[in-house]
């Protein structure tokens, strides 16, 4: 067990760190209790009996106490068995309670294995992840999809049934303490990445397990293929978190971080970062712009794009700029033709008429991938719609995106434009 150590100056590059050493199968089979991390976990005493537990994809917490544990999230549904072996590692006492940052699959499924190994803890969450577990009952398909997930050790890709989950045992509305050991700990609510988060404060510790409201790397508030995400209640959660000048925080996923200056630095940023992007979205709607135009102005100060603990390299602002004009604002993006608009194919097979041919959409959409890719994507694509089985437009099609793939630094970004592949494949069979 490696001790924690200070991040000197806050310029530790640890965005990028949150991506590393996942075992792919489990990324492909995150319900599955049958496929593990890739390793052992990490393991870091953040604080006097105060633990970050890493098995893979997301962060876990661990506060001992005379009277048991409390486990902030559980990790994955694999993680089960390795996570139960890291926290017997550093202690013996029984798990007393858990706590639900909020209902994602990497972070409340990994605690079966405690249950199966005969503790009965108390589980914590806030009231709204009934509703989150709710979704994902109704749309199985859906989440299978955008996340690529395979049928697992269970016969299915993801949650779909009831028993397929397990549910808190309590859950709040706005603030629970709870009395654990003669220490006090508390629980808030804070909307995020979804509208059911919970991030944990034990003042006598000065530590705070802040579930994904911290991950080292901008917050994911813009993700464009999920329901509503919450850049607003995610910059006051960062500011009140703040105002407890807390000493340690231990995020659902990345780095730990050790040190008042800089846990303020990163705080404030956050706020900063995410109100900016707030003003400047409701400022463009309150003036009648499109919505293309409110992302096409949107500017990040240059100290806040470059923070360390804020790399654009999971989502980007100009999703979350679009994700708070879905918020204030209708599905409609102003263009008056794309209201009631004609099929797609109808569209582009028209303008490969006027361009003389979809190849010749193709051939200057590769001749622009060098200067301009963005607009490139869009005649190759164009291209593809007119003609999807035409052997050289569906190359050009694959060809551009691929390179728009590889260039494009945000991975949510990245992953979504890798499939190309996927939907010329589909034309090919």
Known sequence: MTQAQPVPEHTTATGESAFIGFAVEQMTH???????????????????????????????????TDEGLLMVDTGLAGDGPELLRAVRSISDKPLHTIVYTHGHVDHAFGHWAFLEAGETPRIVAHENLI???????????????????????????WPAERTDFLWPTE?????????????????????????????????????????DLVTGYLPNAGNPRKVQRYAEEWADAAAEM???QPEVIIPGHGTL????????????SITAYLRHIVDHTLAG????????????????????????????????????????????????????????????RDQAFEYAALAGGADRLAARARELSAS??????????????????????????????????????????????????????????
């Open 242 to 244: 703040a105002a407890l």
């Open 131 to 157: 509703g989150h577990f709710d979704r994902y009952m109704k749309t199985p398909g859906l989440n299978a999809v955008i996340n690529k997930q395979q049928s697992g050790t269970e016969d299915k890709s």
């Open 285 to 344: 709607l309150n003036a009648g712009a499109l919505h293309d135009e409110i992302v096409e102005t949107l500017r990040i100060p240059d100290h806040l794009a470059s923070h360390p603990r804020l790399p654009a390299i999971y989502d980007k602002p100009e999703f979350i700029c679009r994700n708070v004009i879905r918020r204030y604002s209708g599905w409609w993006d102003g263009h008056l033709a794309n209201l009631l608009p004609a099929p797609e």
């Open 171 to 211: 859950t709040y509305r706005d603030t629970l303490e709870l009395a654990l050991g003669g220490e006090r700990f508390v629980i808030r609510h804070g909307k995020g990445e979804t509208d059911d988060c919970s991030w944990v404060w034990a003042p006598e510790r000065g530590v705070i397990a802040a579930g």
């Open 257 to 268: 971080v050790i040190g008042a200056a800089a846990i303020q630095d990163e705080l404030h």
């Open 30 to 64: 995150l319900f599955s209790r049958g496929h593990g991390p890739a390793g052992e976990a990490e393991i870091i005493q953040a604080a006097p009996r105060t633990y970050y537990i890493r098995p893979g994809v997301a962060n876990i917490a661990v506060f001992e």
């Open 372 to 429: 301009n890719i963005r607009l490139a994507c869009h005649l190759a694509e164009t291209a593809f719609h007119a003609d999807p089985d035409d052997p050289a437009i569906q190359s050009a099609y694959v060809e551009i995106f691929a390179r728009r793939a590889e260039i494009e630094p945000a991975l949510m970004a990245k992953v979504i434009f890798s499939e190309v592949h996927l939907r010329v494949e589909a034309r090919r069979h």
